[in-house]
């Protein structure tokens, strides 16, 4: 094999060095929609400048006419993957299926067929030959009518691409027309050169342009991605959006007629797209007549019908579309269903009026304030408990609003509940009346909180608690009187009993001294037996037996007095044990029956046997 | 060595009639003293040194509870002993004369022949 120079090498070079980074870049990107489609586009592109390259760089006939036939391979793609890059960049993919994309390469590789053939039918060239031209040897084809077949598809597909484009450019925002400007030149550029070739206009004789146009054609797409953000965003995933959306979107123009919606509008109206569009917009939405201000308002509320027939509440907005001579060409509807937020609204409503009513009309006292203390609500109960119209405590501190040692008590309070969290009951105060009454509450302390958790605030309910304290007052005097009646009582039985017990003291004393002196001393002295002095000694001594007796019953029932107050004032050790009352009995009757005998009287007794022990204090 | 008894009672009565009691005990040669009030209870325990004292708890100026006190733990006299008489019965009482150290609790109207008896084993007569 021969090599020669020629001054188209080096160019060619670079084009298919710049066409290979492109595609390299290009996949890096293949997630976003088209930029895989470029990947290829720019390997065939890479593919065809080295095959030009190295024809050039060959010297002898037979290898330039094999990388003349080569580079057909990325040429086959270029055409066609450009149009599947344009419909994948612009959101139209669904065309893109299988059976279409194989229906497209039918012709390419009947082309590759032709050519690879052409010995046998010379339908894609009819001769090739080496001439000079300056210090180098070109390729001289004479193309056939399959090449110009091929030629015509594949400017048939670039149009359509480009046309795509075009379309998709006038339709779209600022941001996107650079892009697309530069997509579109990407591509016509190669094809001016293409189309210079091919008609023979060429300047430089056997040098087809369109591989070195490539070089420009990278050139567009590096600045494309440096500096347009080409393939970082594109109109695809903005269509997606607005397709996708649940808010439904309605566009009318001047006319009011329905000209675009989106698939979450079409649901809203109940019908399908096709039976919107073209639709004046109060044939499909009637209400839409009486929305006469919609212009200066901008939005409104709307209930429309579901399917189903249940009402359903949306937040209409409505955008005016004008043109560059700020003339209005139609208007933009966005549809919200905002139904579930109008019925959570409702029910927050009457929760607020639940609580505004029991505010008002409880008879304790409720209030709310700031962390700083601040009155932020008093209900009515609050305010005439410190007979205050709202006004003065509302917006005023806890300070002003009660007495100041009370106030101290209060705030203290308040930090406490900020600090621990923990709610505050039974906290009391006085306050003064300004009929100079004193008076007593009783106040709650809980912390308010906000959605997120955070302290906004106290709250809490206040009680008058005069009445009850008042009560709890007069109780305890009543019962430290009857405590210190009772204190008295017992005071005075002890000192009784004692001074019964002094006198008693020496009666009983005394009369046992008499009884010890008769016996020891008087009585042995009588020596008469006079039945009458006999008499009057066994009466002396009778009758002090008697004084003894009588005394000493009488200690027993002082005794008992005491037992008997003990008792009343509390103070008697109770041990309850099981006691048989049969055997209490018993002991009474034992207890007793001198007295009985005495008397003369008959004890009768009568005891069940099936009587039951009890739980008693024996007092001996 | 001299026996003395010191009889202490605001009543008269109750004096004459510990007195009489213990006569035969003064017969025995123990000399029997009275006073009629805490104070000159307390100057006679000092200057008689006695070994028995019947104590009367309620009295005017300084009562029983007191002088044994002042007696048992002030002078350090433990070896009177001191026979606590009141007409107090009551628990408190009996618990308060334990505390001021009396030897022996009684409640008035006491008997005579217990009186007597105490006194005799108390001085081994």
Partial sequence: MHWQYSPYIIPQLISTLISASVAVIAWRRRVVPGASALAVIMLGI???SLATTLQWASADFGAQLFWFKFRFFGTELLSLMYLVMALQYTGRSQFLTRRNLALLLVMSLLSLSALWTNDAHHLFFSSAQLVQSGSFAALDVELGPWFWLHTAYDYLLLTSALLIFLRAL????QFYRAQLAAIMLSAVMPLSANILFVSNLSPFPYLDLTPLSFTLTGITYLLGFFRLHMWDITPAARDSVIENMS??????????????LNPAAARILGKPSKAIIAQPLVAVMPQWSQLNDMDTLGQTDLTLPAPDGTPRDYALRMSRVTDQHNRLTGRVLMLQDVTASKQSEAKLRLSQARFEDMAANITDSYYEADLTGVVTFANAAFCRALERAQSELEGHHFRHVVDRQDARHIID???????????????????????KTKRFADMSISLMRDGAGQPIGFRGVVRDVSERKQVEAELRQARTDAEAASQAKGAFLATVSHELRTPLTSVIGFAKLIQKRLDDVIFPAITSDAPKTQRAVRQVRENVDIIVKEGERLTTLINDVLDLSKIESGKMDWKLLPVSVPEVIERAIAATASLFTHKQLPIIRAVDDALP???ATVIA | MDTK???????????????????ELSDQGVEILTASNGEEALATIKSEQPNLVFLDVMMPKMNGFDVCHTVKHTLGMADVYIVLLTAKGQELDKQKGKEVGANIYLTKPFDPDQLLQISREVLGL
């Fill in chain 1, 613 to 615: 022990s009890t739980v």
């Fill in chain 1, 413 to 435: 309070a308040f930090s406490r509940v900020y600090q621990t969290g923990q709610p505050v009951k039974g906290l009391e105060y006085q306050f003064v009346r300004r009929d």
């Fill in chain 2, 5 to 23: 008894i010191l009889i202490v009672d605001d009543e008269a009565h109750i004096r004459m009639l510990i007195e009489q009691t213990l006569e």
């Fill in chain 1, 46 to 48: 890479s593919q065809w």
């Fill in chain 1, 170 to 173: 006038l339709r779209s925002p």
């Fill in chain 1, 247 to 260: 808010d439904g979107i309605i566009v009318v123009n001047d006319q009011q007629r329905i000209v675009d």
